[in-house]
Structures are given as structure tokens and as C-alpha cells.
């Protein structure tokens, strides 16, 4: 299989490639010689190869795909297996051929990176027909942040809710260092590539729906609600076709995720509207200048995160109920799981309550729990600092900090 490593630019892919998995490589007995690296980013990788950036802008293309070929084939000179490391390959023309026909090499293995969830589900999944195998990188986990982190847990998560989990960033010295980098990320990088690689020319909508969404995180919407939002703030004219446009390229780049309502007695799914979630936090807030850092929405894209980098499928839950009034009127509501959380058939229902000050407000966030019909287990994850502890419903309450620095919550 092709071997498909895929994120958000900056997360470690070129380093997880080119350093981790190089020098496993060289650990494990294979030659040097027998290990071929090429960045269809890097412009002296492009020098190997007789090509050029500057002729590609110019010319309006991507990377020549026979000049590629024709440098592979003047590496590849002894027997034995070869390890083809190429990153963000995206960038070459008919990329999806190329691959291909090392798929038919039994001396060929090869590994890519890419930072475009199209090049990963229309065009590898399509082309390959199963033979493409994806690993998705996101940054830093919390676990892999404290890792680094000179600091206890508490002060912790404050920087981590606030600056994100980008290796580059975390690295960095100072908060105005951290500013700037996210900064200077966002517009040179993501906004930058977005909008070339789609061929945006109305910029600033897009720019304004970054702001939309930043400012409403863990908010259900839609390109309906998103229009109105423009039509009242903005006075624009801007369609709900756009915006879904918009949206998509966003969730192609990885800088936001959707997550679905998922009706969980009827078994199936609400397809709007729906939940977005920042893949960094850091970047959204660099994206509002730092104005707006409710713990309440960041814990819980913080928790969405961590259950996506854990390799569960999470959607929102939708609980329907029918109640009597004090007139005896049946009324129909709806109660929300924050998130419903599918592995295999493993599955797990996930409350986000930054704090549980009183008996009401934690009857308030089980409420939905005791409505579910079913033994799947149930959490309550708190910024309190509360010992692990199970309820007479057999539901547990666990404080955010032990949650994300021990899996086994959901486990056990």
C-alpha cells in the first residue's frame, strides 16, 4: 500500500517522514543509499530534478511529473527494496498515475505526505480503490504537550487551551513569540494556501467566515445561519452555496472539523445543522487577536480533539424526549450529548461541563444521560477538581486534567 500521511500544515508530517521515520529506517539495517527523499516544496529537491518554482508560477503548474520519474529511475540502481519518502506530493502533476505505478513495484515502498484532505479522499482513496492506507497526524496532544512543558498540569492546559498544540509554536519562548508565529502561521501559510489553491477572489468573505466560526465554536450552524449572519453583520449578499464552498475548502485545509448530530434513539443521523471545532486552538485565537478565550467552548474543543487524535468517531448527540406540562400538554424537546464517541463497537457518551458548582447543575448535565436506553458508558468531564467517581446512575465524573493525560478513562 501506499502509505498516506495527512494533517494540518505545521503539525509534523515532513518530521515524522523525514527524521523519525528516516532514522528508523537507517536503526533498522536499511542503506542509506536505498532510502529516496524529495520535497515537492523545497526548490533544491526541484534543482535535482531540472525543475523550478519560479517556471511553475510562471507557468501555472505543478511539479513535472516525467522529470520526477526520470530522477527516481537514476536512484533506484541495486537490487532490494527501496523506500521512496516523498513529501507534500500533492504538488506534483498527475500525482495519482506516478503512485500508481509504484504500486505495481515489488521493490518500491513508498510513503507520502499531504496537507489536503481532497488529495486524500477523492483523489487517493478513488484512484488506489482501497490500496492507499491513511495516517492522519493532528498537533500535540495535551500528553504530548506536558511532555515538554516546564510547568505542572494547571498552568498546563491554561497555555495549551490558549497558545495550541502546533510542535513549532510550543517550541517557541514567550508569549510574544508564540503570538506572532501563530499569527504569521495563519495568514502566510493557511489563508494563503487556501486561497491559491482554490482560486479565491473574494478573500475577505472567507476571511470573515473564519471570524464567524472562531467566534461560535461548539455553536450548531449552517450555510443558512451563516448567511443570515452575513446579510446582518456584514450587509453582504453572499449565498449559502458560497458559504458551504467556503466551508468545504476550510475542512479540506484541516483548520476546522465538523461534527454531526447524530439522533441517538432514532438511530441515525440529523445532517443539519451541525458543530465546528478548530483542530488548533491556538490558531483560533490568533485569528480573533486573543479577544475571545471562553473556557467553557475550549475545554469542549479541546475534549473533541483529543477523542478525534484517540481514533474515535465523534458526533453530537441528540436525545428526543415527549413531556407533560403542568397542564398535561405533551411537548417534544430535544436534550444534547456533547459528544458521542464510536470505535468499532465500542461506543461512549461524553458530557463537557467546565464546572459543577451545585446538585441542579449536575442534574442538568445528566439529564440526557438517564434518557439513554442503552449500558454504553457515560462521562461527565469537568475543569473541577473532583476525584474519578461513579454515581448511583453508574455514571462518571472525571476532571479534565486526569481525562486527557489517561486513555484508560474510556477503557475501563
Do not use: W
Not at 504538488?91 to 503512485?99: A, G, R, T
Not at 443539519?272 to 485565537?285: A, E, H, I, Q
Not at 424537546?333 to 463497537?345: I, M, T
Amino acid at each position: 500500500m501506499i502509505k498516506v500521511i495527512t494533517g494540518i500544515r505545521r503539525c509534523g508530517k515532513s518530521y515524522l517522514l523525514n527524521t523519525l521515520f528516516y532514522n528508523h529506517l537507517i536503526a533498522t539495517g536499511v542503506d542509506p543509499d536505498h532510502i529516496i527523499r524529495f520535497a515537492f516544496d523545497s526548490a533544491d529537491d526541484l534543482f535535482l530534478i531540472g525543475d523550478s518554482p519560479v517556471l511553475m508560477e510562471k507557468e501555472k503548474r505543478g511539479v513535472d511529473p516525467e522529470k520526477f520519474l526520470a530522477y527516481i529511475h537514476s536512484m533506484v540502481s541495486g537490487s532490494g527494496m527501496y523506500y521512496l519518502l516523498l513529501d507534500e506530493v500533492q504538488l506534483m502533476d498527475c500525482f495519482e498515475s506516478v503512485l500508481n505505478g509504484y504500486l505495481r513495484s515489488k521493490h518500491m515502498d513508498v510513503f507520502v505526505t499531504g496537507s489536503n484532505a481532497k488529495f486524500l479522499s477523492k483523489d487517493i482513496i478513488t484512484e488506489f480503490a482501497g490500496r492507499g492506507d491513511e495516517i492522519h497526524m493532528y498537533p500535540l496532544s495535551f500528553a504530548e504537550f506536558m511532555s515538554v512543558f516546564n510547568g505542572d498540569r494547571y498552568m498546563g492546559l491554561s497555555e495549551y487551551i490558549l497558545y495550541g498544540g502546533i510542535p513549532q509554536v510550543v517550541l517557541c519562548d514567550g508569549a510574544s513569540e508564540k503570538t506572532a508565529v501563530l499569527k504569521n502561521l495563519f495568514s502566510e501559510i493557511y489563508l494563503r494556501d487556501i486561497i491559491k489553491r482554490n482560486r479565491i477572489k473574494n478573500s475577505g468573505e472567507l476571511e470573515d467566515l473564519l471570524n464567524f466560526l472562531a467566534s461560535s465554536i461548539g455553536s450548531l450552524t449552517n450555510p443558512e445561519k451563516l448567511r443570515n449572519t452575513f446579510k446582518s453583520v456584514k450587509k453582504s449578499k453572499i449565498t449559502p452555496k458560497t458559504i458551504k464552498k467556503y466551508l468545504d475548502h476550510l475542512e479540506d485545509s484541516y483548520l476546522i472539523e465538523p461534527a454531526l448530530r447524530y439522533d441517538i434513539k432514532g438511530k441515525r443521523y440529523i445532517e443539519t445543522p451541525m458543530k465546528y471545532y478548530f483542530s488548533d486552538l491556538g490558531l483560533r485565537n490568533a485569528r480573533l487577536n486573543f479577544r475571545q478565550i471562553e473556557p467553557t467552548y475550549s475545554m469542549e474543543n479541546v475534549l473533541y480533539n483529543e477523542l478525534c487524535m484517540r481514533g474515535y468517531c465523534v458526533d453530537v448527540g441528540v436525545v428526543q424526549i415527549a413531556e407533560k406540562d403542568e397542564d398535561g400538554k405533551v411537548t417534544r424537546k430535544q436534550l444534547e450529548v456533547d459528544f458521542v464517541c464510536n470505535l468499532g463497537s465500542f461506543r461512549c457518551y461524553i458530557q463537557s461541563a467546565y464546572s459543577l458548582p451545585d446538585a441542579e447543575k449536575r442534574m442538568q448535565e445528566i439529564r440526557p444521560f438517564r434518557k439513554i436506553d442503552d449500558s454504553f458508558k457515560k462521562i461527565i468531564v469537568t475543569s473541577d477538581i473532583v476525584q474519578p467517581t461513579y454515581d448511583e446512575y453508574g455514571i462518571l465524573t472525571v476532571n479534565i486534567y486526569d481525562f486527557l493525560l489517561d486513555s484508560s478513562f474510556l477503557e475501563n
